[in-house]
């Protein structure tokens, strides 16, 4: 049952994204050009997302334990780092230049279009180099 509602879960997620415009790099490219020809479409796809998240929250936060997990996990530290800071900036950075962040990235690798192909690589670039930097910095 699990693992059926994540599959269920994902898939609403990436036909969402398909549906609203996400997984298209010219329209996100786009949303993000504020002094050329904006397209502000994308604005009220997040305001449906903030409409929808602020709804659910008062229904989870009123349960004792999440459905498949002993007990909430929710994060502790308040505190912004320059490790958070420039990780938001080097996403943004990725996300205005490729046109995808990483959900529509995933959503439209079944395409195999190029540009695609180049963004999630990048994406899995990054993510071992991280790694590898932690690693390398824990180790000292």
Known sequence: ???????????????????????QPAKVIGFLDFFGAWDASLVFVMGGAIAVHFVALRFIFKMKKPV??????????????????????????????????????????????TPVLVVVGAMLVGMAGFDLFERARKEK
């Open 1 to 23: 049952m699990r693992t059926a509602t994540y599959f269920l879960s994902g898939l609403l997620f990436a036909v969402g994204l398909a549906i609203s415009g996400m997984t």
């Open 68 to 113: 498949f997990a002993e007990s909430f996990s929710l994060p502790t530290r308040k505190d912004l780092d320059p490790r958070l800071l420039g990780g938001a900036a080097l996403f943004g950075v990725g996300w205005g230049l490729g046109g995808f962040c990483p959900g529509p990235a995933l959503a439209s690798i079944s395409t195999f279009a």
